[in-house]
C-alpha cells in the first residue's frame, strides 16, 4: 500500500504541535510528509521544512504559495493539517476545501459561528473531507465507550458527566507571561477564554459518546484572577437533543490537576468512567453490579477499540497515538472507507455554536440559550 | 475522667444510623449509653433498649416520656442525640434544649427555614450546645485541610469544587422501593430530593473547609427518572461572603459511584484534594511545585487533625469514626473547652436555606438567588 | 445482653496499643472494661486505670496481683487482653489461662517455639479460649477473601504473594532512636527483627486466606543499616501443605511506604488481591475475565464478612474496627458460638516456629526448612 | 536531516513484534523503512515487505539473501533490526555485526552465555552498535529514576524490588494452546520459561536504575500448572556489586495483573517507585517527608528524562514509544552521540548469564550462585 502524501500548514521549530502531528501522520506508516509551509517567516519555514526531509520546492514559505504550488500537481498532497494560530483556520480551511484538498483542522475550526457553518457549505459542496482534531475521541477506549452506548449496552442516558480542568494557569505571578496572557484577552483569544480551549473538548466527548447532540445549555463563568478579561474557569450544564443531562466543569486554575479530562456517562443500566490521563481503561458498572475494569487490549472489543490499538493488553498507549488514529481513520477515509468516529466540519461549527451560547448565557447570569449553529436547529 | 451520660431518641433496632451513634459515643469510652427513646413503638424501643443495657426506668416509649423521665434526674443525661424521621428533628430538638440538654441532632435539622432560625434562638437563649452530624467534617484529614486554609498555606482560596454522588437509586426497576421512593415525594421528603439529602453535606463541607460562607448560588435540577417528581440530580453553582467561586455536583443515579463525595479546594498558592472514599489521605500541590500525598498520623500535622486520629500513619481510620470524632468534640465541648470545628445549628438551618434556595433557583431556570438565612443576611 | 467484664494487662497511658485495645472492646458495647494491670510502674497504672473509670479495688499493680484479684471473684473479668512487653506474653497470657480465664494475647505469642507449644497445650487442657491478636485477619475483606476460598471460587490456590514492608525505619540518623534500634537488638527483640515484628502478620494472612498450612520455607535476611544485627528486610519463600507456592517480602526500610500490606492469591480460576491501606475493597479477577471491585458492604458478600462490617458500602471501616471484629468474635466465642476465624494458641506457635525456621534458613543461606511446630508435625 | 536507512528481519505480516518496531523507528521521522527479509517464508516476505512499501529489490526472502544483498551497496541500510524467533538471534546478529552493520537485536539476545559472550567480542572488535531491545528502560521516567541515583538523590541505594507478573498463562485449559506451551518446553523455549521471558526485562531494569550489576544471586522456580516442564513462577533474591539486595518475582500465573511490571528503589535518603501500567509517574519519597509525585514533563527533570518525552505534563506516552525512545537513541548513537542508556550487548550476556545461574540455584534448592558471566567476573 503506498503512502498518502501529506503536507502541513504551521508547526514550525519550536512548537509542541508541529511534532505531535508529524508523529501522528508517520507512527503507522500510512503518510509521508511530502509537503508544507510551516512557519510564518517565510524562510526559516522553507529551511526547517527541508531538515524534515522535504523537497526543495515543496518547502513553501506561506499557504498561499503553498496552495498555488499543490493544487495542480498530479503528485498533489492527499492531506493539509492546518495547525496555524486560531484566527487563520477558517481562511486556510476554506481555500483548501475549495482547491479540492482534504483538511484536518486543529481545533477551533473557526472562530465564529458564521465562518463554521461556512465550512461545512464548502465540505459538503466539494465534497472532501474536512476532519477537525478532537483527538481525545480517537483513543480505543472512547471508541469503546461509544460502542457500548451505541450497542444499548448502558440502556437510554440519563446524565453525561465531564471535566476537562487544570492548574496550569493557576500562578498569578505568572499571570502576565504572554503564554497565558493571550488566552483571556479578547483581542487574542476571541470570545472565550477556557471554555473555548479545553471545554469543548470535552463538549465534543460528551456528545460523541453519549451519540447525541447538545441542544441548550446555561454557563456560569469566573475570573478567578483578576486581571482576566476572560473566564479561566467554568461551569456548563447542558441538555441534549435525546433529553440526556450534561454537566461540564472546566478550569485552568484548579492547582494539582495536571491534565484532568474526564467523562462519566450513566444510562438506565449502567454507568462509564474515562479519564484521559489512564486513557488505556474503561471503568463499566452494570446496574446492579460490580465495579469492572475494561482494558484496551482485551478480547472482545467493539471493532473499533480493537482497530485503533497497537500493542496488546495493559501495554499502555497514549496521546501521540490517539492523534495517529485520527490519521488512521483519515487515510481511511481518504481511500474510500467511512469512518464515522472522525470529528469532522459539524463537530467544528456545533463547538463554535456552543462557545458562543456559553458567553452569552454567562452574561445573562446562566439563562438557558440554544446552543446549535443556526443551520443545525 | 467518669463517662458523660447520653442518650438517644430514635435508633432502634435494625436502623442504620443508630448503630453508627452508639459506636460513635462509645468508642473513645467518653459516654455511657444511659437512656433512650429508640423505636416509635414504645414496646419495642423500651425493650430494645434494655437489651442494649439501659436500665428498665430510663428506657422510654417516646421521647415526650423521656424527655418527662430526665429533666428532673440529678443524674440526667449529659447530651441527647435525636435521629428521628426527619420531619420531627426540629420539634425534638427543640424541646430538649428548651428543657437544657446538649443536643446532637441529625441532618436535616429542620425542614423549613423558620424552624432553623428558631433553633439557633433558642440554642442561643439556653446557652446549650446544638449540634448538627455534619460527621465529614471530623475525619482528621478534612480537618487537616480547614487548618491549612485558616493558616494561609493556599493563600487566598479561589475556587472550591464538590461532588456528593452515588449510584444507589439508579435502577428504575427498584424506584418503587419504598426505602427509595421516598426520597423524591414531596409528601415524605419536603422540597428537595437529592440535593436535601447529600448535597447539603458537601455544600456545608465547602464552607467548612474554606472557612467561608456562601452567600448566593444558581441550581439545576433534575429527575432523570421520569417518576420522580423531585430531583434525583442537581448541579449548583455558588459564590461565597470572600469571593470564592463554587461548584457542586450531586446525584443519586450514578451508577458505578459507590460513595462519590470529595472536595477539590484551589486557591492562590496551592490546591487540596479528598475523597470520603480515601479519608486517610489529603493530596496537597504548591503552585509550581509537586503533587504531594499527606497522610493521617504523620508529623507535623495541624492540632485538630492530630487530636481526632487514634492509630499511626496509614492505618486507616473510618466512617464509624468520624462519627466518633463528633462525639469527642462533644465531649470536649460539654466539659467547657470550645471546639469551634463541631457543626452546630447556625450550620443547620444554613442548610436549610440553601436547599429552598436551590430550589426556588433551579425552578426560575437557574437564577441566582441569596442562599443565606434571613437571620444571616 | 449483658456486657462482658475485660480487663487489660499492660497498655498504660501514652501506649499506642492500650487505646486500640479499648477503642476495640467498647467501640461495639460488648465489653465494660472492668479491671486492669496497665503500667509496669504500680502506682501509675492503678491511677490510670481509674481515670478510665476502673474501681479502685480492681485497679491493680501489676499482673500478679490482678490475677490473685480476679481469680477468687464471683463476677470476675471475662477476658484478658494482655498488652505488654513482648518478653513477658508468656508467663501472663499462661497464668491466666491456668487460672481459667480467656486471654487475648498480642503478638508475638511468645518468644520461643517451646513456649508456643506450652500455651497450645494449657489452652487445651483448660479449655479456654486464648486468641492472638492477628487483627488484620478480622477486616471484612479479609474474611471475605477467605470465604471465597474456601467455597471454591478461585480452584486450588496455587500461589500466595504478600507484603508487608514500610520505611519508617529507613533513616539511619535515627537507627539509635531507642524506639527503632531495640527491634534490631537481640538482647531485646529476640531473634529476628523485621520478620518477627511485621512479617508474621503477612504470613498468618497467608495461611488464613489460603487455608492452609506452612510447612517449608527458604529465607533471604539483609540488615541494610550496617549498624543492625537483626534483619531489617527478608524474602520468605515458602511451600503450604497443600503445595500451594508462597513467596513473603518484608521491609522497614522502604522509604515511601507507609504501611505496605498487601496480599494477592492466585488460584486455578481467579486471582485475589487485598491491601492494608484500601482495606474496604477487595479486587477479584475471574480467569479469562475482567477485574471487578467487591466492595465491603455490598450485596450477597459471605456472611463472616457481611457479620463483621457496620456500616453501608463505600463507607470505610479502618484498623480500630479490625481490632473491635476481634473482640466481636471473642464476645461470641466466650458466649458460645464458635468463631473459627478466631485467631488462636495455634496460630501464636506457627508463628514463632516460622520465625526460628526463617533465621536458620537465612544462616544456612536460604536453605529449605521445616517451618511448622515439632507437635504439628 | 536526513532520515537514517533501516532494515528488519522478521516481524512478518501478523506478527506483534513487527508493527512495534516500525512504528518505533517511523514515529519520529529518524528512519526509513528501506529494506527487509520478513518471514520465513520467502514470498510472503518479500511480498508483505513491499506492501509496507519497500522496494522490490531490498524486499528479501531471507536473512542470508540479504546479508549479501546489503553489504556491498553504498546505501545499505545504518541499522537492522533482529526480531526473528529467539533461538536464530545469535547467528543472525554476529553475521550482519561481522559485516559491519549496526543491529539492534530483540531479547533474548542469545540462547547461551558462551553465544553471548561472543556477541559481546565481535561487537568490541567490529565497532558497531549491537543494541538490545530492554525497551522498557527507555521510558522517560526510568531515565528519571536512574539520573535520580546518579546524582546521588537517593544516596546508596540499599534495596531494590522488582515484579514481573501476568495471568495470561494462567488458565490450565489453555495450558495446551501452541501460543502458551511452547514457552514452559525446553525443546523450544530453552533452560526457564517465565525468568527467561519477563524476569529478565526486570533484572536488567533492577541493574539499569539502580546502575550497577547483579553479582549473585538465588532463586526459587515453580511450575504451579504441573503439565509444564519449565517454570511458571519464580523468585530471585539477588546481591549486586556495589551491596544492593535485590528482590525480584515474576510469575505468569498471577491471575488479574495484567501487565504487572513494576520496580521499587529504595536508598538511603529516598524511595522511587515506577510501574509500566503507569509510566508517566514516578513516585518519590524523601526519607522523613512526604511521597511526591514526578510527572513525565514537568520542569526541572533530568535531561535523560526530558529528551525522550514529546508531548507536555500529563498527556501519557505508552509502550510504543518507549521503543521509539530505543530508536532516539539508536539514531543518536548511529550519528556519534555516545547514549549510555542504550542497552547493549553486555546487558544481553548479563541477562542470560542470570538465566543460568537462577536455572542452577532452583536445581540446587536456592543455593547462592554466581550471577555474571565469566567474561565479566
Redesign the interface.
Known sequence: ???LKWGMIGGGEGS?IG??H??GA????LFE?TAGALDHRADAGRAYAQ???IAPDRAYGDWQEMLAGEKDRADRVDLVTVATPNATHFQITKAFLEAGFNVLCEKPMTMTVEEGEEIVRVAEKTGKICAVNYCYSAYPMVRQARAMVRAGELGKV??V?TNF????H???TDADNPRVRWRYDPAMAGVSGQFADCGIHALHMAGFIADDEVQTL?A?F?S??SSRVLED?A?V?FRMAGGT?G?L?T?S???????GFDI?I???T????WA?????QL??????G??????KG?GGLHADAQRLS????????????AVANIYCDLADAIRGELRDGLPNAADGVRSMAAVYAAVASAKE????VDARPPMFR
Do not use: C
Not at 253 to 259: F, L, S
Not at 270 to 273: E, Q
Not at 283 to 288: C, F, H, L
Not at 365 to 368: R, S, T
Open positions: 500500500m503506498t503512502k509542541q511534532p505531535a508529524r508523529l508517520q507512527a503507522d506508516g510528509f531538515t524534515l526531509g440519563r446524565l458527566v480542568s487544570h492548574g496550569h493557576g500562578d498569578a446555561s456560569d469566573a478567578t484572577i474557569d461551569m450544564n443531562v454537566r466543569w478550569s486554575v484548579a492547582i494539582g490537576r495536571q491534565h462519566q450513566f444510562g438506565e449502567g454507568g462509564l468512567r484521559s490521563e489512564q486513557p488505556n471503568i463499566y458498572t452494570p446496574v446492579g460490580r465495579t469492572q475494569i475494561i482494558e482485551e497497537r500493542v496488546s493488553i495493559a501495554h499502555p498507549e497514549g496521546f501521540p497515538l447570569h446562566g439563562a438557558w
